[in-house]
């Protein structure tokens, strides 16, 4: 995790200097701020020499799963504790701790949703941790089949919050 005073130096320069988008990368870490919107928002990803394994299933959160009941998106949980089938569905998994957001705000339409098509560079969702907002991209191009996290609820890291159908 980052150094939250770190992070303020970053950027206390980055208004000095009048910057607008700064990236750092070091042997253990990646760093991206960006400035200009009402919320600075910060990317940051561990670097590691072995990536950690996903969990063998991908539906199994720590959470709640499924969008609010009101967007009509919920599923249940599969009944008598047996799992969906995932097979062919790669997980997005949360990179930090922290509250995720599915839109950018309140009246805003969620970034994705069960259907969606998506490219590496697409925006899943927003993770806040500690007031800072982190734009969370899908790294992997294909269809969102299923949402496996609420909106405004916590994530860990590593919890698998999307399953998708790679193109």
Do not use: W
Request: proline share 10%.
């Amino acid at each position: 995790m980052i150094d939250i005073r770190k992070l303020k130096e970053l950027v206390r320069l980055m208004v000095e200097n009048d910057l607008s988008e700064l990236d750092l990368k070091d042997q253990q870490e990646t760093v991206t701020v960006k400035r200009g919107s009402a919320a600075p928002i910060v990317h940051h990803a561990p670097v590691y020499a072995h990536a950690p394994a996903a969990p063998a299933a991908y539906g199994a959160t720590t959470g709640e799963s499924g969008l609010p009941s009101d967007t009509g998106e919920s599923r249940p949980p599969a009944a008598g504790g047996a799992s969906e089938d995932t097979s062919g569905l790669v997980p997005i998994n949360s990179p930090m701790v922290g509250t995720v957001y599915l839109a950018a705000n309140p009246e805003s339409p969620p970034f994705v949703t069960a259907g969606a098509s998506i490219g590496p560079d697409s925006t899943v969702c927003i993770i806040e941790a500690m007031k800072v907002f982190s734009e969370i991209k899908a790294e992997v191009s294909g269809t969102i089949e299923r949402v496996l996290i609420q909106n405004g609820k916590p994530v860990q890291y590593g919890q698998p919050m999307f399953l998708v159908r790679p193109s």
